[in-house]
C-alpha cells in the first residue's frame, strides 16, 4: 500500500507538470496566430490600396495613349501636307516622324511594362488567396489541438476521479487492517476474503497504472505533434514575410514606372509646341503657294481617302501627295513625276495625267 501511494503521488505530480506545459503551449500558439493573422490584414489592405493606385494609373495611361494616337494621326496628316510642299520642309518632318516613332516605341515599353505590373499584382492576388486558404488550414487546426486540449483535460479528470476512489480503497483498506487486528480471532475466514479483494484491488490498479502510462505516452506523442505543427507556422510565417519584401519592391518598380510616364508627357508636350511651329510654317508656306500659282484651289486632305488615278485607299504606308498643276491628292506612284510650271521655274510634283498634257503641248507648241 505504501508503494501504491507514492505511485500515486508521482502521478499527481506528473499529471500537474503536464497541466502545466499544455497551458505554456497553447498560450504560444495563440499568441504567434494573434501575430501572424495581424501581419496578415495589414498586408492585405497595402496590397488592395495599390492595386487601386495601379488600375487608376492603367486607365490614366491608357487615356493619355488614345489621345497621343489621335494627336499622332493629325500629325501624320499635317506631315505629309509639308512633304509634298517644299523640300525644305520635308526633311524638317521626316526628323519629326522619327521622333515621333521614337515616342511611339516608348510608349509601347511603357504599355508592356503596365502589362507586367497586371500581371504582377495578379499573382500577388493569387499568393494572398493562397495565403488566406493557408490560415483557414491553421485555423482549422488550431480547433483540432483545442479539441484534443479538451480530450486530455477530460481524460485528466477521470484519472482524478479514479485517483480520488483508489484513495478511498486505500482508506477502506486500512480502516479493514484495523478492524482485521481487533477482531483476528474471530475473523480469520473474513480476512481472507478481504485479502483476496485488496489483491484483485491491488491488480486493477496496477492495470489502471498501465493504463495511464500508455495515456502518458499518447499526450507525449501530440505534444510533439503540437511542437512540429508551431515550426510549419513560423516558417510560414517567415513566408509571409518574403512575400511582403516582394511586395515593397514592385511598390517601388511602381514609382519609378510613374516618373518614366511623368518624363514622357513633358517630352509629347515638347513635341507638340514644336507641332504647332509647324502648323504655322506650314500655313505661311500654303499662303505662299496660293499667292504664287494665281488663287489655285487644292483640294483638301480630309476630303480625299483614294488616289484620283489608281483609287488605292491612302495610309501611313500609302501617302498623299497635291499635284502642282491640277490641285488633286494622288499617291506617290501616281505623282513621281516632276516639271517646271509658270508659276514655279524649279520642277515640282505633277500627277501622271498633267505629266502627259503638259508634255504634249510642249511637242505641239515647241516655242
Not at 166 to 171: D, K, P
Not at 200 to 206: A, G, K, W
Request: glycine share 2%.
Amino acid at each position: 500500500l505504501a508503494i501504491a501511494k507514492n505511485n500515486i503521488i508521482k502521478l499527481q505530480e506528473e499529471n500537474q507538470q503536464l497541466r502545466s506545459e499544455n497551458s505554456l503551449i497553447l498560450l504560444k500558439a495563440q499568441q504567434h496566430l494573434e501575430v501572424t493573422q495581424g501581419d496578415v490584414s495589414v498586408e492585405r489592405d497595402t496590397y488592395k490600396q495599390s492595386r487601386q493606385g495601379l488600375d487608376e494609373m492603367y486607365n490614366e495611361a491608357r487615356r493619355q495613349l488614345k489621345e497621343e494616337c489621335q494627336l499622332r494621326q493629325d500629325v501624320e496628316n499635317e506631315l505629309v501636307v509639308q512633304v509634298s510642299m517644299k523640300q525644305e520642309m520635308e526633311l524638317a518632318m521626316k526628323l519629326l516622324e522619327k521622333d515621333i516613332h521614337e515616342k511611339q516605341d516608348t510608349l509601347i515599353g511603357l504599355r508592356q511594362q503596365l502589362d507586367e505590373v497586371k500581371a504582377i499584382n495578379v499573382e500577388m492576388y493569387q499568393k494572398m488567396q493562397s495565403s488566406d486558404e493557408g490560415m483557414k488550414q491553421k485555423n482549422d487546426m488550431i480547433s483540432r489541438l483545442e479539441e484534443k486540449t479538451n480530450q486530455i483535460t477530460a481524460t485528466m479528470k477521470q484519472l482524478e476521479q479514479r485517483l480520488q476512489e483508489a484513495e478511498r480503497h486505500r482508506t477502506s483498506a486500512e480502516e479493514g487492517a484495523r478492524r482485521f487486528k481487533l477482531d483476528f480471532a474471530n475473523k480469520a475466514d473474513s480476512l481472507q476474503r478481504q485479502i483476496e479483494y485488496k489483491e484483485r484491488q491491488l491488480q486493477q490498479l496496477e492495470t489502471d497504472m498501465k493504463i495511464e502510462k500508455e495515456w502518458r505516452q499518447t499526450l507525449q506523442n501530440d505534444l510533439e505533434r503540437e511542437r512540429d505543427t508551431v515550426a510549419q507556422l513560423s516558417a510560414e510565417a517567415l513566408q509571409i514575410n518574403g512575400l511582403k519584401k516582394e511586395f515593397h519592391r514592385l511598390h517601388d518598380e511602381n514609382i519609378q514606372l510613374k516618373t518614366i510616364c511623368e518624363d514622357q508627357e513633358q517630352a509629347l508636350e515638347e513635341l507638340g509646341s514644336k507641332l504647332s511651329e509647324s502648323k504655322m510654317k506650314i500655313e505661311d508656306i500654303k499662303e505662299a503657294n496660293k499667292a504664287l500659282q494665281g488663287g489655285q484651289v487644292w483640294l483638301k486632305d480630309k476630303e480625299a481617302s483614294h488616289c484620283k488615278l489608281c483609287e488605292k485607299e491612302f495610309s501611313i504606308s500609302r501617302r498623299k501627295h497635291h499635284c502642282r498643276n491640277c490641285g488633286e491628292i494622288f499617291c506617290n506612284s501616281c505623282s513621281d513625276n516632276e516639271l517646271p510650271l509658270p508659276a514655279s521655274p524649279k520642277p515640282v510634283r505633277v500627277c501622271d495625267t498633267c505629266h502627259a498634257l503638259l508634255l504634249q503641248r510642249c511637242s505641239s507648241n515647241p516655242t
